[in-house]
């Protein structure tokens, strides 16, 4: 059985965050394990209050999990202040870390700063160097390389920016784009797209979630990364089309997609 890890935050309504990572672990048929590093209350309105847990805490969550498991991907999500990035980069570099997928979370949908904006830094210094692959929507490329991103083009330039910041891979998510939703992969080398239709609905909570702890379980798979993201972006895709409402706000994805694939439907 591949086991895979997020770190990140608990998102109490179950939409994003830890919640909608360990659901879509379970969907890809993996065992799911979780650091937490800061407790939301947070529902499908907004997020009224955030905790963030000790760095001892965090270290101590890491550490008990890598002495112990042998872990075939992680997934990083919210990460909230710098002391908690620099303790997840330092723990983190004792150990032999497989196919880390780096979802650099900083405004919910809500508009709530789930990154303190001088802990920007420190995310950009500390650990997208150690990404296989980093997984910015478009707010947040343009806050890590300070460019203004209206279409295609301009996700390129932002993809070769973030490049040089020096994880393995760049996929630049276009679900804030007003047409297609179209994600775009940089190793390097070539641009490659993924090309989805726009599906109608205001149920999007925890998307970006969702996408980057799919790309992690397919990696513990051993699929490639243009592989992986191709079967995670059939996933999300799948997820939004059954996302509904579970209250006055933003509903969540939905997460049977290996049910809904024996199933015939997909
Ligand atoms: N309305 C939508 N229809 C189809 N795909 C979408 C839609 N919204 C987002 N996506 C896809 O969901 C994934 C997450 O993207 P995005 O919503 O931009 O991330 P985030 O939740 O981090 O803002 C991407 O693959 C994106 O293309
Ligand atoms: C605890 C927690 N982590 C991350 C998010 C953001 O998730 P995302 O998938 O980007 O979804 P939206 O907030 O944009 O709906 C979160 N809300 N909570």
Redesign the pocket.
């Given at each position: 059985m591949k086991k895979v890890l997020t770190i990140?935050?608990?998102?109490s309504c179950g939409?994003?965050?830890?919640q909608?990572d360990l659901k879509t672990f379970s969907a890809h048929g993996l065992f799911g394990m979780s650091v937490i590093t800061?407790v939301?209350a947070?529902n499908t309105q907004g997020?009224f209050g955030v905790q963030d847990i000790s760095t001892e805490l965090i270290q101590k969550q890491i550490e008990a999990i890598f002495d112990d498991i042998s872990v075939d991907a992680v997934k990083i999500?919210?990460v909230s202040i710098t002391d908690t990035i620099k303790t997840i980069a330092e723990t983190l570099s004792r150990y032999q870390v497989k196919n880390l997928v780096i979802?650099p979370?900083m405004?919910?949908?809500?508009g709530?700063h789930?990154l303190q904006p001088e802990a920007k830094e420190a995310l950009i210094r500390y650990l997208l160097p150690m990404a296989r692959v980093v997984t910015p929507?478009i707010p947040e490329a343009e806050v890590i390389t300070g460019m203004k991103i209206n279409h295609l083009e301009d996700m390129k330039k932002a993809a070769v920016q973030i490049y040089q910041m020096k994880p393995e891979y760049v996929l630049i998510k276009g679900g804030h784009l007003e047409e297609e939703a179209i994600d775009l992969l940089y190793d390097g080398q070539d641009f490659k797209y993924y090309h989805s239709q726009r599906i109608d609905t205001k149920n999007?909570?925890?998307?970006?979630?969702?996408?980057?702890s799919a790309i992690a379980s397919n990696l513990a798979k051993e699929m490639s990364v243009a592989d992986a993201i191709e079967a995670a972006k059939a996933y999300i895709s799948v997820a939004i089309k059954q996302s509904f409402s579970i209250g006055k706000g933003?509903g969540p994805t939905h997460h049977f997609y290996e049910l809904y694939k024996k199933a015939g439907l997909i």
């Open positions: 990140a935050g608990s998102d939409g994003a965050g830890i909608a800061a939301t947070q997020v999500g919210m979802d979370v405004v919910s949908k809500s709530y789930l929507n999007t909570h925890g998307t970006g979630c969702t996408l980057s933003v």
